[in-house]
């Protein structure tokens, strides 16, 4: 299996852990030092996690909706992708279309996203 198959079933597999909202599950595809970055600034792995754990964020639906690019170089890997997303936060349910750049490491055999960020796709 090529590098790029292996980010995209890492991808897929964590999408299918997001709409299945167990933190844990989520957590494990995480780094320790895992961050969000969107237009509101960073978020930490922790506060997602316990949004998650707490039933603050909901996901229902995470889906690439183009292609996904990947650029490998050594050991990390970036994934762009567009994506929809739908689920609910603080209550208020939500569908959007985002662009996501995800960048993962290999750690101990295993590619762990160390960082994700989203942009409003046009």
Request: charged share 25%; glycine share 10%.
């Amino acid at each position: 299996m090529s590098v790029e198959d292996e980010v995209l079933a890492v991808s897929a597999a964590w999408d299918v852990a997001l709409i299945g909202n167990d933190a844990d599950e989520v957590a494990g595809f995480m780094a320790d030092g895992w961050v969000y970055v969107d237009a509101d600034g960073i978020t930490s792995k922790a506060d997602v996690v316990g949004w998650i754990r707490s039933g603050r964020l909901r996901h229902d639906l995470m889906e690439a909706t183009s292609a996904p690019r990947i650029a490998v170089h050594g050991s990390t890997a970036v994934l762009t992708a567009r994506k929809a997303s739908a689920g609910a936060w603080d209550g208020q349910t939500y569908t959007v279309v985002e662009w996501i750049s995800e960048v993962y490491a290999r750690e101990d055999g295993k590619w762990l996203c160390i960082l994700s960020q989203k942009s409003p796709a046009g």
